[in-house]
Nanobody, 126 residues
């Protein structure tokens, strides 16, 4: 239903950039809220960013504000997460998720999302 992948290798050095994509298969992502989450080893899954459905909303966690940017190619049914100035603490398995608009409150909680892509590992070395 949704697929998350890296646009490049999953191992990068601190300060470098990486781009993740979230693509719809059975879903037309333009009509869904799109969330990005990540989970580091031994830690709980945490919210990273949110793109609202057709409303232009772009929200980011404080930890990634100014470094991560959401973009979208509607024709390709794909939402991107551009990750710049990566830090070792960004190392995690990253997930994208889709939610029907009526289930969204702020787009920051796991339970708001019905459809989850498989995680992709991003490792940032020092």
């Amino acid at each position: 239903e949704v697929s998350c992948r890296r646009l490049g290798g999953g191992l990068v050095q601190a300060g470098e950039s990486l781009r993740l994509s979230c693509s719809g298969s059975t879903l037309t992502l333009e009509g869904f809220g799109i969330g990005w989450f990540r989970q580091a080893p031994g830690k709980e899954r945490e919210w990273v960013s949110y793109r609202g459905s057709r409303d232009g909303t772009r929200d980011y966690a404080d930890s990634v504000m100014g470094r991560f940017t959401i973009s979208e190619d509607v024709a390709e049914n794909t939402v991107y997460l551009q990750m710049n100035s990566l830090k070792p603490e960004d190392t995690a398995v990253y997930y994208c998720a889709a939610a029907n608009p009526w289930t969204i409150v702020r787009g920051r909680e796991e339970h708001e999302y019905e459809y989850w892509g498989q995680g992709t590992l991003v490792t940032v070395s020092s």
